[in-house]
């Protein structure tokens, strides 16, 4: 591939459709359970669903959820904790059902505590694009270890399942490349998913340089570039920064300027009227630059904290020199 240069698009959705169903039936059962206050059969079912390694997405969610349920209204605080613990770091919206007793709410509030200081689950998918192969290495924000694995499927091959974080397969067709990448855990349970695909060229013919068009999935809009520096959050930060310095500093001088006030008053036989007026007209001007300098500060803090919640993710593509030709790396976030 001397010379090639590749384009690639990012599907940013689940586009490929999971490889298992998962046990949907067994949770719908411990959720009987529960509502029937059968807690220990609730605890074994959702156990079993676990460990049958069938699960993803929401129905993950949803088994971590019922085992801690389950095993908080039996008393066990520590397993509770443990479970709710995966499913805040997997899903920080997570949320008891409304009415749930202190029992459940003081381990899942405890468990909530706990992921806010470890912080959430994410992995950072990093694709290099060669002639005759396809490079996968995962990078995790993983708090509870709990990556075990990937199940990757390369166009419409059989899925391959891969113990760890790196793996390489062979893609013969250098026109197309689509990689669906499932990350699991020890039972086979997935974390996460999202496919990589675009269009490639083996002999450096028309292709777009850099990065290629941008697809969304059913779902999801297509990914953006960030916003010119101008107007992205530093900039408002810096703003709000100076604003606030400059209120702080008049309203110093205003402190100042009232106490000169004050001691012409004490002394107003030695001092005319005009004088006192001068600087009371003084005091007035600094007050309005304080209250200006303060508005301004926070007016650029509320900008700062939109563009930075705003902001349109950047995903970067980077072309590098190998010896075996043209490569081209592509990290996205999930």
Do not use: C
């Amino acid at each position: 591939m001397n010379g090639a240069r590749i384009a690639i698009t990012l599907l940013l959705a689940s586009a490929a459709a999971p490889a298992f169903a998962d046990d949907s039936a067994l949770l719908d059962q411990a959720q009987q359970a529960i509502d029937e206050i059968d807690y220990e059969a609730a605890r074994k079912l959702a156990t079993q669903a676990l460990d049958g390694g069938k699960l993803e997405g929401k129905a993950l969610h949803r088994a971590y959820r019922l085992a801690g349920e389950s095993a908080a209204a039996l008393g066990d605080t520590r397993s509770a904790k443990d479970h709710f613990l995966r499913w805040i770091v997997l899903d920080p919206k997570a949320e008891l059902p409304a009415g749930s007793s202190p029992k459940i709410g003081m381990p899942f509030a405890e468990a909530r505590a706990e992921a806010d200081k470890v912080g959430r689950f994410s992995v950072d998918v990093a694709v290099n694009r060669q002639a005759d192969k396809v490079e996968i290495v995962l990078s995790a924000h993983d708090p509870l270890s709990m990556v075990a694995g990937m199940r990757l499927q390369l166009g419409d091959a059989s899925v391959v399942a891969v113990t760890g974080t790196r793996a390489v397969l062979p893609a013969a067709d250098a026109r197309s490349v689509a990689v669906t990448i499932a990350v699991v855990d020890a039972r086979g349970n997935e974390l996460s998913r999202r496919t990589v695909a675009g269009p490639a060229s083996a002999t450096g013919s028309a292709t777009t340089p850099g990065r290629g068009p941008e697809v969304g999935g059913p779902d999801r809009p297509a990914p953006r570039g960030g916003w010119p520096t101008i107007v992205r959050w530093p900039v408002w930060t810096g703003v709000a920064v100076v604003a606030a310095g400059a209120g702080g500093f008049f309203a110093y001088q205003v402190g100042q300027t009232e106490d000169e006030l004050a001691a012409l008053n004490a002394a107003s036989d030695m001092h005319s009227f005009d004088d006192a007026e001068a600087v009371r007209e003084r005091g007035e001007r600094q007050a309005l630059f304080a209250n200006i300098g303060f508005g301004v500060a926070g007016a650029a803090a509320i900008a700062a904290v939109l563009a930075f919640a705003l902001e349109p993710d950047r995903v970067e593509i980077l072309p590098a020199p190998t010896a075996g030709g043209a490569t081209i790396g592509a990290s996205i976030r999930f």
